[in-house]
C-alpha cells in the first residue's frame, strides 16, 4: 500500500544547530514533493517545492534533497532559531492520474534556546 | 492579499446534527481544495473545485458529506448528519491554475475545528 512516512513524532535540538527531518514513501512514483510548515491553530504553509528530476533545492536557511532511488526527501534548516519550532510537513504529488496532494503526519520541531 | 478564511473557527454540534463549514478562497483562485485532519491521523484529501465545477471528489468519505461551489467564488462543506468520527480540523486551501510544470502550491486556511459528541 502507498505509505508517507516522516522520521519521527518529535525532533529538539538546540538553538543553532542543524535540523534534519526525513520524509520516506511507498509505493509512489512522486511528480513533485513539497514541505510545508504548521503551527498549532493555524493551517499549513508552503515553504519549497522539489520535482523529481531535481536533486536539491535550498531558501535561505532551508534546503531540501529528494532521492527517488531511495525514496527519501530530506529537509535541513541551518542554524535553527526557537521560531522555528512547528510541525514540519512533507506532501506528495504522484505522476499518475491522481494529482492530488498527499501529507505525512509531520513531525514536530522543537528549537531548545 | 487576504489570504483563504474559513468559518467557523470552531463548531461544537451533538450526533445527528447538520453543520456547514465555509470557505472563501484567496480571490481569482480557481483551484479549491478541502482537507482534513482526524485526531492523530495525517491531513487527508477529500475534494478539489476548479471553478464551479468538482474536478475530483474521491476523497470524500460518504455521502453524509456534501460540498458545493455556486458561482466559484466560496465553498461549503456540509455534514448531515454528523456522526462522532467525524470530529476533527477541516482545512480549506485555494491555488491558482497549474503551473506550466504541473507544480500546484497551496494557500491553506487556518481550519474549521468540528467536535461531535
Known amino acids: 500500500s502507498q505509505k508517507i512516512e516522516q522520521n519521527s513524532e518529535a525532533l529538539n535540538i538546540q538553538e543553532g544547530k542543524t535540523a534534519t527531518l526525513t520524509c520516506n514513501y511507498t509505493?509512489?512514483?512522486?511528480?513533485?514533493l513539497q514541505w510545508y510548515r504548521q503551527d498549532p491553530g493555524r493551517g499549513p504553509v508552503f515553504l519549497l517545492l522539489?520535482?523529481?528530476?531535481?536533486k536539491e533545492k535550498r531558501k535561505e536557511r532551508l534546503k531540501v534533497t529528494f532521492d527517488t532511488t531511495l525514496k527519501q526527501s530530506l529537509f535541513h534548516i541551518t542554524a535553527s532559531q526557537p521560531a522555528d519550532s512547528a510541525t514540519y510537513l512533507c506532501?506528495?504529488?504522484?505522476?499518475?492520474?491522481?494529482?492530488?496532494?498527499?501529507f505525512g503526519s509531520g513531525t514536530q520541531l522543537t528549537v531548545l534556546p | 492579499e487576504a489570504g483563504v478564511t474559513q468559518f467557523p473557527s470552531h463548531s461544537v454540534i451533538e450526533k445527528g446534527q447538520t453543520v456547514t463549514l465555509r470557505c472563501d478562497p484567496i480571490?481569482?483562485?480557481?483551484?479549491l481544495y478541502w482537507y482534513r485532519r482526524v485526531m492523530g491521523k495525517e491531513i487527508k484529501f477529500l475534494l478539489h473545485?476548479?471553478?464551479?465545477?468538482?474536478?475530483?471528489e474521491s476523497g470524500m468519505p460518504n455521502n453524509r458529506f456534501l460540498a458545493e461551489r455556486t458561482g466559484g467564488t466560496y465553498s461549503t462543506l456540509k455534514v448531515q448528519p454528523a456522526e462522532l468520527e467525524d470530529s476533527g480540523v477541516y482545512f480549506c486551501?485555494?491555488?491558482?491554475?497549474?503551473?506550466?510544470?504541473?507544480?500546484?502550491?497551496?494557500?491553506f486556511g487556518a481550519g474549521s475545528r468540528l467536535t461531535v459528541l
Open positions: 486551501a485555494s491555488s491558482q491554475s497549474r503551473l506550466a510544470s504541473g507544480a500546484n502550491v497551496l494557500t
Open positions: 509505493n509512489y512514483s512522486p511528480a513533485y
Open positions: 522539489i520535482r523529481e528530476n531535481e
Open positions: 506532501a506528495l504529488v504522484s505522476s499518475g492520474s491522481a494529482r492530488q496532494l498527499t
Open positions: 480571490s481569482g483562485h480557481d483551484n
Open positions: 473545485f476548479v471553478k464551479e465545477s468538482k474536478q475530483d
